[in-house]
């Protein structure tokens, strides 16, 4: 059931960013800004995801400390 909520999330998530990359290209000259924006909140998004896939410490608390 988790899963499922995931993937109907995910869905929504790419649906409103193709609506909001489409409006930000018919707004062509003020639409570079939120370009920029979405590039930059794409670039920290992937050091997040980066930093956490790659740190053992952080999988090892995850997995063996009490809850």
């Keep these: 059931m988790e899963y499922l909520g ?26 570079i800004i939120g370009f920029i924006a979405l590039a930059g909140l794409g670039v920290l998004f992937a050091k997040v995801l980066k930093d956490r896939l790659g740190n053992k410490e952080d999988d090892y608390y995850s997995k063996n400390v009490d809850k």
């Design 6 to 31: 995931y993937v109907l999330l995910g869905i929504v998530a790419v649906v409103w960013l193709v609506v909001v990359i489409i409006g930000l290209v018919a707004a062509f000259p003020v639409g």
